[in-house]
């Protein structure tokens, strides 16, 4: 048995310690958070922690606070001894240092409060100070997840700005269709198939291959008619994409 | 039992010939096609009909070839006073003013060579030059799906273009990332769960509540490091993506 003490109270956080206490082989002891009231998701009160000075020994510390705070929490929190590991995406390893054994354990997803995530499914990224650190965080890891991977700090770091690209620009193009519908008195609904489709089409097809529309056929007429159809800000989006299309798929601009 | 016409041997015309042969109440009567060798889809021979002069009385004709080609086609389809509509998101009704019954069925979704789709999840967009067209176009497209919408010529064009950026940009957003990930030694199918959990969470939250990054952070520093990290083009893409997420979430640029 793994007993994992959860540093920090946000989305990250919580579902780690959902699906770390519905695990085999593993067991929250404690969850950190200075402020009581963000404990909540801690249904065992006497895993509930706000003060540094009551923390346990644990065989593995993951600290799931956001990336500003990590610096700071790795600052005063004691050395217990046990792996230290923080879940960012966007920090090196060296971040952790001062302790005798650390790592990083980042999952990459995204979480949102509401909505359950099933850590079997969420690609755990690895790196270890030491062979046989990593070779623990892996044990670990594979209790939780199906998707274990060693990935180092330049790695991680070029996989977050892909997560950036695939999630937040992604979504962004979502939030912009969606005020274009409401614009035009449509429901956004009536294109949740097709982003459910665009989706699922990327696990068959690689993105290259999958890419359709007015830019890779090129279509004048219509990228001119669409242009004619948005405002300033939408048409340079819309402009410098399919420009990007056009010159990823190696057409003439 | 209504019997239908295909008109195209593209993507749409093979699905649509899929779906509507197995669905109750419909039946493909023929799929016309110049080229023979386009419509080995058709695994009932008698049904592949490639002079306009075999086509038979139907009451539904399916126009889907590419937008270019539905002048073309409608100019020379003779008027068999069935139904006649296309199945494009971007082409008004009146490209099919010369018929008696004239009207749209547009499947919202994209389509691929070796990918079923079935048709019951796929928004049928109809438009009709009567009522009563209009409602024999719904008892057909019933048949088939349980996402149909009356959608006029002006919000069909709005939905096209929505289905620009929600289909082919965010696609491009993660054929980006395929690329960024080949260039760091990384398997890209380590984003698949991100890119599927993105898709689906605007299932349950609108997708501007579902922003998460950087970019609603205004976290500077990460925004920083991202551009350092990318090429000129990319740079461009990440910079005018970001400026755009933080003006419609009401940031100070």
Wanted: aromatic share 8%; net charge positive.
């Amino acid at each position: 048995m793994i007993n994992v003490v959860i540093i920090g109270a946000g989305n990250v956080a919580a579902h780690l310690y959902q699906n770390i206490t519905a695990a085999d082989g593993l067991e929250v002891l404690q969850v950190y958070n200075r402020t009581a009231e963000h404990l909540s998701f801690v249904k065992d009160l006497k895993k509930r922690c706000t003060r540094l000075e009551d923390l346990e020994k644990a065989d593995l510390y993951l600290i799931a606070v956001k990336d500003e705070a990590i610096e700071e929490i790795a600052g005063i929190l004691p050395d217990f001894g046990g792996l230290v590991a923080h879940t960012s995406g966007s920090q090196p390893l060296k971040t952790l240092s001062k302790f005798k054994n650390f790592g990083v354990f980042y999952p990459l997803q995204t979480f949102s409060k509401n909505k359950e995530i099933n850590f079997r499914n969420v690609p755990l990224c690895l790196e270890a100070n030491s062979a046989e650190n990593l070779e623990f965080l892996k044990k670990a890891a594979s209790k939780l997840s199906d998707k274990v991977f060693e990935v180092n700090s330049e790695q991680r770091k070029a996989l977050h700005l892909s997560a950036v690209f695939v999630n937040n620009f992604s979504n962004h193009m979502y939030a912009l269709a969606a005020e274009y519908c409401k614009l035009n008195g449509l429901p956004f609904k009536i294109l949740q198939p097709l982003i459910k489709e665009t989706a699922a089409k990327i696990e068959t097809l690689p993105p290259y291959s999958a890419q359709t529309g007015p830019a890779l056929r090129n279509d004048q007429k219509t990228i001119h008619d669409h242009l004619e159809m948005l405002e300033v800000d939408q048409k340079k989006i819309y402009t410098i994409l399919t420009q990007s299309i056009q010159k990823l798929h190696g057409k003439k601009l």
